[in-house]
C-alpha cells in the first residue's frame, strides 16, 4: 500500500556530514522524495513535535538536543512507508541497534541517535504539519 512517512536527520548526524548517506538509503530503498527541508527547530516546535513525550524524564534531554543545531526533514512515499522506514532506522539505541540498519551503521548514541521517524500515521499526521509548518 502506498504511504507516505516523514524522518528527521537530527543534528548528530547533520554535524557528522551524513546527510547525503542517510537520504540516499531511503532513495535507493525505492521511495520518492516528496519533501525536503533543512531547519533548526525552536524550543515550542520541538516541544510541540515530541509532545507524545511531554512526561518522560529525558523530555529536557531531548529538546534540548533537538534544537541543538540544524536538522533535515523529509517526506518519502512508497510501499508500507511507516514500518519500513521504522525497520530501516533501527532500535532507538544506536548502541544496540542492528548492523545493516541507519542507527546500527552510523551511531554509537541513545538521544544522539542520527534519525527520528514517525511510527504511525497519526504520528506522520502530526510531525509532518510541525515539521512543515
Ligand atoms: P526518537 O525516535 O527521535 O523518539 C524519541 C527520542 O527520545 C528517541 O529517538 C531517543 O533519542 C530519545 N530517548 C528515548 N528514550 C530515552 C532515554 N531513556 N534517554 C534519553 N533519550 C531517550
Do not use: C, W
Request: net charge negative; charged share 25%; aromatic share 12%.
Amino acid at each position: 500500500m502506498t504511504e507516505q512517512s516523514l524522518f528527521i536527520v537530527k543534528p548528530d548526524a547533520v554535524a557528522r556530514n551524513l546527510v547525503g548517506q542517510v537520504i540516499s538509503r531511503f532513495e535507493r530503498k525505492g521511495f520518492k522524495l516528496l519533501k525536503l527541508k533543512m531547519f533548526t527547530f525552536t524550543q515550542q516546535q520541538a516541544e510541540n513535535f515530541y509532545g507524545v513525550h511531554k512526561d518522560k524524564p529525558f523530555f529536557g534531554e531531548l529538546t534540548s538536543f533537538i534544537t541543538s543545531g540544524p536538522v533535515v526533514a523529509a517526506i518519502i512515499e512508497g510501499n508500507n512507508a511507516i514500518a519500513t522506514t521504522r525497520i530501516m532506522i533501527g532500535a532507538t539505541k544506536s548502541f544496540e541497534a542492528e548492523p545493516g540498519s541507519i542507527r546500527g551503521d552510523f551511531g554509537l548514541g541513545f538521544s544522539e541517535n542520527i534519525i527520528h521517524a514517525s511510527d504511525s500515521q497519526e504520528s506522520f499526521d502530526h510531525e509532518s504539519r510541525v515539521a512543515f509548518e
